[in-house]
């Protein structure tokens, strides 16, 4: 038996349903797609138009209007655009899902396609007017019908509708909402102008609102009246449209105050228009002052706003931008992502990885070119510059770049400024110096004494002080910028190369085999509290120092990872002595082997307590003091 062919079956009633109350999370947006659907038919027009001049009548301004009356509990959105015949009026509205913007386009030749500007191409927009209303009358006269010929489509949503052919004055078409009992807020003047606002401010058409306003007073008069009348309630202007040469910085500063809630001009602004493969348009902003809450990657809304043909889609499109550019403020115009029909949900896809990619370079050229304003570019670190050390770690393609736009605290200035660039750095290295060598710290002032840096600071290397609570992190992500590889001053091997010259290693050698004695005091007195005894050759004024072996976590990244929540086993430490230093020499002179051990683990925990900033057992380090303090 040959296989037979079958339909599918659809409940009307349910899907009008389902499109009406399911597809939108906000009802607000019905505005939105009606709206959308006004401008694209006076687009058409104005297309047409074009060619057929004639068409346009005596009505050549184009226009939108949205009146609300509780008394008949209407909402009006009119337009004098293309308009509707019976037939298309059945095509469109009584058939869902079928696009008159998708079928207008496929009429169209390539190249005028690609100029219109219309925005439908779903063909569902105007069923989300059910969302609202329990029933929806049309009017509409078509630009080609004869005289006033013109067709009325109604429905209550509920798998039926009735056409039949009236006659109206105007071309274009009015779609009245009969409001259900519960939508009263849209009979308010200011919650339609916010809607309209919020979704159509930056449409090409004008949007006008029926509201109540104030006159000023006639002459001879003490004071005006107040008169309902149509009120232009949108921009009507994108100005990410304009070509950036019309445009000057300060519609740029009073462009981001408006869109971006912000009363302070941005630092920088980035403009580009982009035509081939992915079609689109970005207007990126650096503010000049961090939110409160910048530093929570999870619970911040950011983003950028994202537009379909100058109609608002939806804020905080994170989509556009890694985690650690999350300050950047603006916008995205696109016809080419792959948006739900609903158009409230972006779609992952190749293209919108493919935009991810390209606004993230734009974005750090912006900052990139912001750092040749020294004055400027110091505002933008000290607000943001931890926010993008984060990229280091989470965009390894473009690791070194950010290394470049990246500030510092070195031993080579006396205050902390951040002001040091890799590229700084690197300039002013010694000539035999092959690595760039840094620390890290709790603070600024901890890295600056640090003893790590006694032996660096006297062969007169300078050496990066890290103290802001993400370096250790990310510097575990780091091996090297511009072919040098970074070394930690807390390293047992510090890799010092032709820095270290013939008398320097004779003297390391000559110094562990005459201290022999001391190590092995060393190791019986603290046993399992350490993992080895050296003699240090780093230090020079202080008694001590830890370092690790370099398989285990450093005190700074284990204090990190604690704080994340993470349970780790107790580090434990190689142990470098000073035996130059007087405290060294006077635990070593004592005799007596129970004292002894005393200054020993007093000199271990002094360098832990440099090394971390604190210890697990204060108190048992307090009582040794006291006791060695009260020893004759």
Same mark, same amino acid.
């Given at each position: 038996?040959?296989?037979?062919?079958?339909?599918?079956?659809?409940?009307?009633?349910?899907?009008?349903?389902? %499109?009406?109350?399911?597809?939108?999370?906000?009802?607000?947006?019905?505005?939105?797609?009606?709206?959308?659907?006004?401008?694209?038919?006076?687009?058409?027009?104005?297309?047409?138009?074009?060619? +057929?001049?004639?068409?346009?009548?005596?009505?050549?301004?184009?226009?939108?209007?949205?009146?609300?009356?509780?008394?008949?509990?209407?909402?009006?959105?009119?337009?004098?655009?293309?308009? !509707?015949?019976?037939?298309?009026?059945?095509?469109?509205?009584?058939?869902? @899902?079928?696009?008159?913007?998708?079928?207008?386009?496929?009429?169209?030749?390539?190249?005028?396609?690609?100029?219109?500007?219309?925005?439908?191409?779903?063909?569902?927009?105007?069923?989300?007017?059910?969302?609202?209303?329990?029933?929806?009358?049309?009017?509409?006269?078509?630009?080609?019908?004869?005289?006033?010929?013109?067709?009325?489509?109604?429905?209550?949503?509920?798998?039926?509708?009735?056409?039949?052919?009236?006659?109206?004055?105007?071309?274009? &078409?009015?779609?009245?909402?009969?409001?259900?009992?519960?939508?009263?807020?849209?009979?308010?003047?200011?919650?339609?102008?916010?809607?309209?606002?919020?979704?159509?401010?930056?449409?090409?058409? =004008?949007?006008?609102?029926?509201?109540?306003?104030?006159?000023?007073?006639?002459?001879?008069?003490?004071?005006?009246?107040?008169?309902?009348?149509?009120?232009?309630?949108?921009?009507?202007?994108?100005?990410?449209?304009?070509?950036?040469?019309?445009?000057?910085?300060?519609?740029?500063?009073?462009?981001?105050?408006?869109?971006?809630?912000?009363?302070?001009?941005?630092?920088?602004?980035?403009?580009?228009?982009?035509?081939?493969?992915?079609?689109?348009?970005?207007?990126?902003?650096?503010?000049?002052?961090?939110?409160?809450?910048?530093?929570?990657?999870?619970?911040?809304?950011?983003?950028?706003?994202?537009?379909?043909?100058?109609?608002?889609?939806?804020?905080?499109?994170?989509?556009?931008?890694?985690?650690?550019?999350?300050?950047?403020? #603006? !916008?995205?115009?696109?016809?080419?992502? =792959?948006?739900?029909?609903?158009?409230?949900?972006?779609?992952?896809?190749?293209?919108?990885?493919?935009?991810?990619?390209?606004?993230?370079?734009?974005?750090?050229?912006?900052?990139?070119?912001?750092?040749?304003?020294?004055?400027?570019?110091?505002?933008?670190?000290?607000?943001?510059?931890?926010?993008?050390?984060?990229?280091?770690?989470?965009?390894?393609?473009?690791?070194?770049?950010?290394?470049?736009?990246?500030?510092?605290? &070195?031993?080579?200035?006396? +205050?902390?400024?951040?002001?040091?660039?890799?590229?700084?750095?690197?300039?002013?290295?010694?000539?035999?110096?092959?690595?760039?060598?840094?620390?890290?710290?709790?603070?600024?002032?901890?890295?600056?004494?640090?003893?790590?840096?006694?032996?660096?600071?006297?062969?007169?290397?300078?050496?990066?002080?890290?103290?802001?609570?993400?370096?250790?992190?990310?510097?575990?992500? !780091?091996?090297?910028?511009?072919?040098?590889?970074?070394?930690?001053?807390?390293?047992?091997? %510090?890799?010092? #190369?032709?820095?270290?010259?013939?008398?320097?290693?004779?003297?390391?050698?000559?110094?562990?085999?005459?201290?022999?004695?001391?190590?092995?005091?060393?190791?019986?007195?603290?046993?399992?509290?350490?993992?080895?005894?050296?003699?240090?050759?780093?230090?020079?004024?202080?008694?001590?120092?830890?370092?690790?072996?370099?398989?285990?976590?450093?005190?700074?990244?284990?204090?990190?990872?604690?704080?994340?929540?993470?349970?780790?086993?107790?580090?434990?430490?190689?142990?470098?002595?000073?035996?130059?230093?007087?405290?060294?020499?006077? @635990?070593?002179?004592?005799?007596?082997?129970?004292?002894?051990?005393?200054?020993?683990?007093?000199? !271990?925990?002094?360098?832990?307590?440099?090394?971390?900033?604190?210890?697990?057992?204060?108190?048992?380090?307090?009582?040794?003091?006291?006791?060695?303090?009260?020893?004759?």
């Amino acid at each position: 038996m040959a296989a037979q062919v079958h339909g599918f079956q659809t409940e009307v009633t349910k899907l009008l349903n389902l %499109l009406a109350n399911s597809l939108y999370s906000n009802k607000d947006v019905f505005l939105r797609e009606l709206i959308s659907n006004a401008s694209d038919a006076i687009d058409k027009l104005h297309f047409v138009s074009l060619t +057929k001049p004639e068409l346009l009548g005596d009505d050549p301004t184009f226009k939108i209007k949205i009146k609300a009356d509780k008394a008949s509990r209407t909402l009006i959105i009119s337009d004098n655009g293309i308009g !509707l015949t019976e037939q298309e009026a059945k095509d469109h509205l009584g058939t869902i @899902a079928k696009s008159g913007t998708q079928a207008f386009f496929e009429s169209l030749e390539e190249n005028s396609a690609k100029d219109s500007q219309l925005i439908g191409q779903f063909g569902v927009g105007f069923y989300s007017a059910f969302i609202v209303a329990d029933r929806v009358t049309v009017l509409s006269r078509s630009a080609y019908a004869k005289e006033d010929e013109a067709v009325r489509w109604e429905s209550t949503g509920t798998g039926t509708y009735e056409t039949e052919i009236i006659t109206k004055k105007t071309r274009g &078409t009015d779609i009245i909402l009969h409001l259900k009992d519960d939508q009263d807020k849209y009979f308010d003047d200011w919650t339609l102008g916010d809607i309209i606002t919020k979704y159509s401010d930056h449409i090409s058409t =004008p949007v006008e609102l029926y509201k109540e306003v104030q006159k000023e007073p006639k002459e001879g008069e003490t004071s005006g009246t107040k008169e309902f009348e149509y009120v232009q309630i949108n921009d009507a202007e994108a100005l990410w449209t304009k070509k950036p040469s019309s445009l000057t910085e300060e519609e740029y500063y009073q462009f981001y105050k408006h869109t971006c809630s912000d009363y302070q001009d941005p630092l920088a602004y980035a403009h580009n228009k982009v035509d081939g493969d992915l079609e689109y348009t970005s207007l990126l902003y650096l503010p000049q002052r961090a939110p409160f809450d910048l530093f929570s990657r999870q619970d911040t809304k950011h983003g950028l706003k994202l537009f379909v043909q100058r109609v608002f889609i939806m804020d905080d499109a994170d989509q556009f931008l890694p985690p650690y550019l999350r300050f950047i403020k #603006g !916008l995205i115009d696109t016809n080419d992502l =792959p948006l739900n029909v609903s158009r409230e949900i972006l779609q992952d896809s190749a293209v919108t990885r493919k935009l991810k990619k390209a606004l993230t370079k734009r974005a750090l050229k912006m900052i990139q070119d912001l750092s040749q304003n020294t004055e400027k570019y110091n505002t933008f670190i000290t607000q943001f510059g931890s926010v993008l050390k984060e990229g280091v770690a989470d965009d390894y393609a473009n690791q070194q770049l950010i290394l470049k736009l990246l500030r510092f605290n &070195t031993t080579y200035n006396e +205050k902390a400024d951040m002001s040091v660039s890799l590229d700084d750095y690197v300039s002013r290295m010694q000539e035999k110096q092959k690595h760039i060598y840094y620390l890290t710290a709790n603070s600024y002032e901890a890295a600056v004494s640090s003893p790590y840096l006694e032996n660096l600071k006297k062969k007169g290397i300078e050496v990066l002080l890290l103290s802001e609570r993400i370096d250790e992190w990310i510097m575990n992500h !780091l091996r090297d910028y511009d072919g040098k590889e970074f070394v930690s001053a807390t390293s047992p091997d %510090l890799k010092l #190369g032709e820095l270290e010259d013939e008398e320097d290693v004779k003297k390391k050698e000559e110094i562990q085999e005459q201290n022999r004695d001391l190590i092995e005091r060393f190791k019986t007195a603290l046993g399992d509290k350490v993992t080895d005894i050296r003699i240090s050759t780093r230090l020079v004024e202080s008694p001590s120092c830890v370092v690790t072996d370099g398989n285990m976590f450093t005190g700074q990244m284990q204090k990190l990872l604690e704080a994340a929540g993470q349970k780790l086993p107790e580090i434990k430490y190689i142990l470098e002595i000073n035996p130059e230093h007087a405290l060294v020499k006077k @635990a070593y002179a004592e005799i007596d082997e129970s004292v002894f051990a005393k200054w020993a683990s007093i000199i !271990l925990n002094q360098a832990i307590l440099s090394e971390q900033g604190g210890l697990k057992d204060p108190s048992s380090f307090l009582k040794e003091v006291n006791e060695l303090l009260l020893t004759k």
